[in-house]
């Protein structure tokens, strides 16, 4: 087909590409088609009034497919005769029950036998004269309908005179093509054509864009998962949605010839009549279109719609019929592209922005008009009649528009034509109106489905988190039709920030994606547009953007280095049940570079109400599973731990407790070799009495010396994360804050929290890593996905706190409360050297530039981290004779759990862990005091000169460990170098021996 762009066909009113140039030149022929018939012949008799009623009666029962009461064939008229015999009834009909003997009436069959018949019926001038008494005469045809007539009958007229006809072959139990292609009948296979199954769940496809709602026309939603299961939307029987849908009986027409033979008046009333039973929006366009080409006499007709809302910059005019001829059907038309017409454009589009008729006698005369379509086509337009359809409020709800008078060259429209068009276009505006309500209430009902069908697929697998969210992209992406889809999960406690942020791309869905595993969307794979998505989410406000790069809020820097561009941008907030943000949901880029519509919209809106309920329920089930994850861990620990004696707090109570100087308590080179168990608690109760944070909070004593006691006894007896460690690494902590006199910048609270993280960061510390509890699969890698060892430290602290007899905190206000647990969670955790890893840039960033702020919020928390790291491996800059002994203890535990792994796991243990390779121990330390220890004591030093000693201790045990490294790698030389030398002496032997052998026998002359 020949095309033309839209500018072009606003031109001429609208006349766009979907025509070819042979349907454009084709005139009307001899051909004829229902509701057109030939006039008489004169050669053919006048019946008699006898034969007549006998006719009419054998036509009517023909017609209708009467039986007669006697169980014989139905009275169907003989061939007409000389004398004015009966006339011949179509074969198909003289024995109905024939095709009623299952009890069922076959009316698929008998719809296409009275169509076919009916082509022999308006054809023939005998059977237009019988039709025509039978109007005449609407007693006897209501009498014989009463005593004939069956209750099918009665059905079939009742459905042809209530619902429209459908162009959906989805809804006719036929194969729909939507505008993507894809087929809305039949089971939906796999992303790229596999006919299999999918594992691990079932993901529905929808087979319907969202677009198809604001075209118009009844497709069917049909829904079907890649496994085989059924929609709920039970299916219709091929003959009820023949008759239901399709509209296949119709209501008889007068043909052509007729209506052209009536005067104004009643030509009008036979039309308005044709159009007032039909609610379906394109046979009903067809239809006015028809009657107007005889009303005007025009060659062709089109006609457009109003789309869009009043004011807004989408509305526009869309072609629901476009160039139909005398001899046009509504299937070929139907086969047509749509055409969009911007408001206001063109000729179509002056009439419906002004309300005003045209009428152009000379198309090539007016300005407006294009002339290049008439090339393209190789149809001559000459004259042109646009006038508006207005509803009853008089507001234009479309464009009727006809071409070229027919006659002469020279025949225009007149204003007479221009009369009667706009008189019958009122009627017309009429019934286009009630037909655009029945079917918004119809795509109401498909609306329903769609979402109804969303709803059972969302609540029937809610597993995990992952699985429902990529329902939800799936269907989101299936239904709007856009390049991209995306659900961020608001932060819980920071409202302006995203936890998770899932994407789906289009070419997932098809298998374009080699990586796509088809059961769970991809994370943080397209950056996040933070200007729009932190919008929505503080304000609960829906964007749509038509052009992203002419709003502000887009951030252009978001498709730099891809090639991917953002267009059209749709963003809304996803609500729980209570009404609270929980997450975002974007579209980008909707397809055929259209905008996001109000429709679209509304469709996303209430997908994100059902989306907020199941994000809602699983992340409920989830905890209900972390929930029991946790009851289990909690068990085994409870088995093995238990709270301390109260005998044993009472006594420790009673305990004097030395100063911090007889501890050494402020001396960053501490070591506890020399103090048994009980010393450090003793310790620890004067760190607590000299900060004063016992008087300050209102701790009682007794109770502080059993959350001690307890703590303690929830250490482990492994060989280094114990008790020991986590008291030396308090201690550093107590001589931080005191000998910086920072406790006066962080404050009672957080100098608290810090010195019970302290104490609490390692408890029931396994002696293995969170590596370990991975690779094992272990009941605390299935509780804490990140973090898992410093998660569960983190919840035995809480447990111990909250255990009878050991609530230190208990006087303390509920404020002060969830600040002390806030910054005692972010200390065990930052404990973490992954955290370590992501903080420590922005720390030392503020340090170089000097331009930390300890009074911030953000910086101070920097901080506690930091000290937090530099406490936990504070070992590194103790004297060399400590630092070699808690070294040593480390290399054990770590390849303790080296030996688990291999002879467990069945897996080789990486350098670190390996027992094997344990001569390489110093080089490894001296790694680890490079990438982890150097820089953060580096930074702490520039911030307090206070704290260079310890920075001096570790290069100084750098020294020792890179010296340790050198002599291990040159007695390594050393023996390679014997090695060889030993290899060269045994060589030389050989050889020596080989000599005399080869010269056997053979005496040289200066020998003899």
């Not at 009472?650 to 080179?669: E, F, G, N, Q, V």
Request: aromatic share 8%; with cysteine; proline share 4%.
């Amino acid at each position: 087909m020949e095309c033309v762009d839209s500018g072009t066909a606003a031109s001429r009113g609208g006349e766009d590409s979907s025509r070819g140039t042979a349907e454009l030149t084709k005139g009307n022929s001899g051909d004829h088609h229902v509701g057109y018939s030939r006039p008489a012949t004169p050669s053919t008799p006048a019946p008699s009034k006898t034969n007549l009623q006998n006719s009419a009666a054998g036509s009517y029962s023909s017609f209708c497919g009467i039986t007669g009461s006697t169980g014989s064939s139905a009275l169907a008229p003989a061939a007409p005769s000389a004398g004015g015999g009966p006339i011949a009834g179509p074969a198909s009909y003289r024995d109905h029950n024939e095709q009623s003997n299952s009890g069922e009436w076959d009316l698929k069959k008998w719809n296409e036998e009275r169509e076919r018949d009916r082509e022999t019926w308006i054809n023939d001038p005998e059977w237009l004269r019988v039709e025509s008494w039978i109007d005449e005469h609407p007693n006897f045809c209501l009498d014989y309908f009463l005593r004939k007539a069956t209750r099918q009958m009665v059905d079939a007229w009742l459905v042809s005179h209530s619902l429209p006809s459908g162009g959906s072959g989805a809804a006719s139990g036929g194969s729909t093509e939507t505008e993507s292609g894809s087929s809305s009948s039949g089971q939906q296979q796999q992303p790229g054509g596999s006919g299999k199954t999918s594992s691990g769940m079932a993901t529905p496809v929808r087979k319907i864009s969202a677009h198809e709602f604001e075209r118009g026309g009844l497709l069917r939603p049909l829904i079907s998962n890649v496994d085989g299961t059924l929609t709920f939307i039970s299916p219709t029987t091929s003959e009820e949605t023949h008759a239901l849908i399709n509209h296949s009986i119709k209501p008889f027409r007068r043909n052509r010839n007729e209506l052209k033979s009536l005067d104004e008046k009643e030509l009008i009333f036979e039309l308005v009549k044709d159009i007032c039973n039909d609610l379906d929006v394109r046979s009903l366009c067809h239809k006015i279109l028809q009657n107007v080409s005889i009303l005007t006499k025009a060659d062709r007709c089109s006609l457009f719609l109003v789309q869009g809302e009043r004011g807004s910059e989408s509305r526009c005019l869309v072609s629901k019929l476009f160039d139909v001829c005398s001899q046009s059907t509504l299937k070929e038309m139907e086969k047509k592209d749509e055409i969009r017409i911007p408001w206001g454009s063109g000729i179509v589009g002056y009439v419906a922005q002004s309300g005003e008729p045209v009428n152009i006698p000379d198309a090539y005369k007016d300005e407006r008009f294009n002339h290049d379509v008439d090339v393209m086509t190789g149809y001559h337009t000459r004259s042109m009649l646009c006038l508006p359809i207005k509803d009853s409020n008089n507001e234009v709800i479309g464009v009727a528009q006809v071409i070229n008078k027919q006659g002469d060259n020279e025949a225009t429209f007149t204003i007479h034509d221009s009369r009667v068009f706009a008189g019958y276009l009122q009627f017309c505006g009429i019934g286009l109106k009630n037909a655009q309500l029945y079917e918004r209430s119809q795509l109401e009902i498909k609306r329903n489905q769609v979402l109804l069908d969303l709803a059972r697929m969302i609540f029937e697998e809610q597993s995990t988190l992952e699985i429902m969210v990529y329902r939800i992209l799936t269907h989101t992406q299936s239904l709007i039709q856009c390049q991209r889809c995306q659900v961020l999960l608001v932060h819980e406690a920071s409202k302006g920030t995203f936890s998770r942020v899932f994407d789906f791309e289009a070419s997932d869905l098809s298998g374009e994606d080699p990586e796509g595993s088809g059961t769970s969307p991809k994370e943080s794979r397209f950056p996040v547009n933070a200007g729009i998505t932190s919008y929505v989410a503080a304000t609960a406000e829906t964007v749509n953007i038509t052009d992203a790069y002419m709003d502000p809020r887009f951030d252009p820097s978001v498709d730099e280095g891809t090639d991917f561009v953002h267009k059209t941008v749709l963003c809304m907030p996803i609500k729980n049940s209570e009404g609270s943000i929980i997450g975002v949901i974007q579209l980008v880029n909707k397809f055929n570079n259209l905008p996001f519509t109000k429709n679209d919209e509304n469709f996303v809106e209430a997908f994100s109400i059902f989306c907020g309920m199941g994000i809602n329920n699983t992340n409920m089930y989830e905890k209900a599973i972390v929930a029991m994850a946790k009851q289990r861990v909690t068990l085994e620990v409870l088995s093995y731990h238990a709270t301390a004696p109260a005998e044993d707090a009472t006594k420790l109570k009673k305990a004097i407790i030395p100063s911090a100087k007889a501890y050494r308590l402020h001396d960053y080179r501490f070591n506890d070799f020399s103090l048994e168990d009980e010393e450090t608690l003793k310790a620890c109760l004067r760190m607590f009495i000299d900060l004063d944070l016992i008087g300050r909070f209102h701790i009682n004593y007794e109770v502080l010396c059993r959350w001690l006691l307890s703590v303690k006894k929830n250490y482990r007896n492994v060989t280094y994360h114990n008790w020991r460690h986590a008291f030396n690494v308090a201690q550093m902590m107590f001589a931080i804050v005191t000998g910086t006199q920072w406790w006066k910048v962080l404050g009672e609270i957080e100098v608290l929290s810090l010195i019970m993280a302290c104490l609490c960061h390692d408890l029931d510390h396994r002696g293995t890593n969170n590596s370990f509890q991975v690779k094992a699969s272990s009941p605390l890698a299935q509780l804490y996905t990140t973090s898992t060892m410093e998660r569960h430290h983190f919840d035995q602290c809480l447990m111990i706190l909250n255990s009878q007899g050991c609530q230190i905190l208990g006087n303390v206000s509920s404020e002060e409360y969830e600040k002390i647990v806030k910054v005692l969670e972010e200390a065990i955790l930052s404990t973490d050297l992954a955290v370590y890893f992501g903080k420590r840039g922005a720390f030392f960033q503020l340090v170089a530039t000097r331009s930390y702020d300890w009074w911030q919020e953000s910086h101070r928390e920097l901080l506690r981290g930091m000290m937090m790291t530099a406490c936990d491996v504070a070992a590194i800059t103790k004297p060399w004779e400590v630092q070699w002994k808690v070294a040593d203890l480390v290399a054990n535990e770590f390849f303790e759990q080296g030996d688990i792994e291999r002879t467990e796991l069945k897996i080789t243990p990486i350098d670190m862990m390996n027992r094997e390779k344990k001569d390489q121990l110093p080089a490894m330390q001296v790694g680890f005091i490079d990438s982890i220890c150097l820089p953060v004591y580096d930074a702490f030093s520039a911030v307090d000169e206070k704290l260079t000693p310890l920075l001096d201790g570790v290069h100084s045990n750098r020294k020792n460990w890179q010296a340790l490294a050198e002599s291990y790698n040159k007695r390594l030389q050393d023996q390679k170098e014997a090695m060889q030398e030993q290899k060269r002496k045994l060589d030389h032997q050989q050889s020596a021996t080989q000599q005399p052998q080869q010269r056997n026998g053979q005496i040289s002359p200066v020998e003899a």
